[in-house]
């Protein structure tokens, strides 16, 4: 997994270490180990963790560069998925800057 990837999606989702530890029921060295690249979580985990923050698992395991979900963006034009991915990471000014760019 993608230390530095978890890390900036959950400082750009407001959460501290201590509340995404709260929500996956782990302690919060585990997710400081998770975003230095100390430890690898179990793909269970990574399911986890992807499930809390919104995001794909492949963008966490860097298989894609793209956080939307997949089942967000089936059927979705690229700005669509664009505007989406911004809004679920908070970024409501990429949002709209996405909204009206042209393409």
Do not use: F
Request: overall charge negative; hydrophobic content about 40%.
């Amino acid at each position: 997994m993608r230390g530095e990837r978890l890390k900036r999606i959950r400082e750009e989702s407001h959460l501290t270490q201590d509340e995404l530890a709260e929500v996956l029921g782990v302690g919060v060295l585990q997710i400081n180990r998770y975003e230095n690249g100390k430890t690898e979580p179990n793909g269970d985990m990574v399911a986890a963790i992807a499930k809390a923050l919104h995001i794909s698992s492949d963008y966490l395991l860097g298989l894609t560069d793209d956080p939307t979900p997949l089942t967000l963006s089936g059927g979705l034009s690229t700005k669509e998925r664009a505007v989406l991915s911004a809004l679920r990471r908070g970024e409501s000014v990429q949002a709209i800057k996405a909204i009206v760019a042209d393409e």
